[in-house]
């Protein structure tokens, strides 16, 4: 899953970068990466500093620049990721003048998708705002995380017969839907 937001206006990167930090610290599930333990997969959840990879082609023509940004994100966007070894996200932030940037990502869908993208960027932007005002981030500590639902449903039985648990999502998904297009 990628994803490219244009961002205009002063973007103070050190804040930026500890802002991607807090949420992914709030959302566990980001660390994952996926070994096999004696013939299972199992999911392990190592935090680590977030890295983003950064470039600045604010000193060159801006068509120039976002030509080069589109090229290394279309060479990206076709990378593989390491489930056993992980980073499963990718980050990039591009900067093309003082106050416009590109941030890209591409986070691996096995915990990633999209009904996550509203989350993500809503987090992000409160934790960004909240931090460049120098105050405590605002967001109310999470009470679950994405790995404590999928313990219950295995703890509810719900994994033993996958097709039970793959009709379940598919009705969630289309009430979800409706409402979303009700609203």
């Not at 709030?26 to 190592?46: Q, T």
Request: aromatic fraction near 16%; hydrophobic fraction near 40%; charge should be positive.
């Amino acid at each position: 899953v990628s994803f490219v937001y244009r961002l205009r206006g002063p973007l103070k990167t050190d804040v930026f970068h500890r802002s991607i930090n807090a949420l992914f610290s709030r959302h566990h599930v980001l660390f994952s990466r996926f070994v096999e333990r004696d013939g299972i997969p199992c999911c392990v959840i190592h935090k680590t500093d977030v890295h983003i990879e950064f470039a600045d082609f604010s000193d060159i023509p801006l068509k120039e620049g976002e030509s080069k940004i589109y090229g290394l994100i279309n060479t990206d966007s076709r990378k593989v990721f390491d489930l056993k070894n992980g980073p499963l996200y990718r980050l990039h932030l591009y900067k093309v003048s003082s106050e416009e940037f590109y941030f890209y990502g591409a986070i691996h869908h096995i915990i990633f998708d999209g009904w996550s993208w509203k989350i993500f960027i809503n987090d992000l932007n409160q934790i960004y705002r909240d931090l460049d005002a120098d105050r405590e981030i605002s967001l109310k500590e999470l009470a679950f995380q994405q790995y404590d639902f999928a313990y219950w449903e295995k703890q509810r039985g719900l994994l033993k017969d996958d097709s039970k648990l793959i009709e379940y999502w598919k009705r969630q998904r289309k009430s979800k839907t409706l409402i979303t297009l009700i609203k």
